[in-house]
């Protein structure tokens, strides 16, 4: 009888156990539309008014943090805020190291060398290995001589000149494989060596060591190539400019990669960046976060620079903007991009139709690679293409462009979820 009037009881209260909320409570209120913000390296989310926490607590409600001031500013409370680590307990006297041992005498100096022949104006080094820093090859700077017994520096080549730029060359590429090895000091020695030659390095040696300098994560002397550079006659190019931009972006400092942008833009002749300078720039915004560079990249891409984006730099913007947890802009930005995929994908299938429309009046002239079957610029091309041609990596195209459209609404699926919101 006990045993029954126990499952009786269990029965009964279990029948009885409310579906619905309890007399007395109400309802959650809908939560309030959300938007990401950066605070001293914390994610936070706001309202527009109150500051969350981009964690919830455990019954999944939000957590208000501070609030948001008029300028946009992020105002924690201060019960929010870590308090101070206080200092370390002075030690005690018998925890005190012994005192180091004195500091040996410093050795005596060495006496100076002997003058070169041929007076003071013999000791100005010809090779200009110090412009980089380092320790001159030739040693004509330090009055040794090319082989330590003094004299002046190595005078001009003897070479003619097909030797000599055939000679330049052999060093140049010693200095492409030193880099690829990121042997940094044989690279320089190589470069150093075209000077005590009586050389003169072209461009191309140039952009090498710079880009040596790059791989071996030498920014500094990355810099002082391409000042030096600057200061030559040799003036660089594109590819140089986003050389240097590689290594500002895999270092991080986005401020010295915007600087660099804008000195290529007022530079004598202004160079504008083009689609791998611009993927290169957007690598880097991803590596570092910056969501606000990046989008000055794409303004600055369909205004001033007049390059189009391609599929990386698209997936790029879209995955800053999952982060920054900006959803309506990211909604509108994979939403634009579908659209232009239909839009082209319309204009082949009309261009290869039976009765194709004809070319635009203000049309420039017609692209020769893309009618050979294949342009390496693609949208970046600025000549004519007929879309009635089939190149021959249409179909690898087209599956890293779906490849690409995937990846941003991963992106917005993303952002959506984060926010408790559909994307």
Known sequence: FARWRCSRARSRANTS????????KKRPAPEPELTGCVHDGELYLHDGERVYSSERDWQGSLVQVGTLGANGAVELLVATRKPPVPPP???????????PPPAPPPPPALPPPPPPPGGPAAAACTCRALEWGRKCSCGAALGLGPLGGGGAGPGPSTLSREQQLQRVRQLTGDISEHGRL???????????QIFAEGLHPTGYAYSTLLNAHVLAGDLAGGARVFEAMMASKCRPNLVV?????????AAGDMTAAVHLLRRMAHGSPPLMADIRALNT???????????V???????MAGSAWRVVPDGVAHVALARLLSQSLALKELRAHVEARREEREERLKAVAAARSASPPPPPPDAPLACSFWAAGRCE??????????LSVVQLDEAAEEADATDAQAAMELHLSHAGALLGKDA
């Open 17 to 24: 156990a409310p579906t619905t909320l309890a007399m007395g």
């Open 89 to 99: 307990p002075p030690p005690r006297p018998r925890d005190h190291p012994p005192p």
């Open 182 to 192: 990121k042997q940094l000091d044989r690279a320089v020695g190589a470069f150093e």
């Open 241 to 249: 400019y986003t050389t240097m931009l590689k290594g500002f972006c």
């Open 281 to 291: 720039f957007l690598r880097g915004c991803v590596r570092c976060g910056d969501a």
């Open 293 to 299: 560079a990046a989008r000055w990249a794409f303004e």
């Open 377 to 386: 610029r693609g949208a970046n091309c600025r000549f004519y293409h007929d």
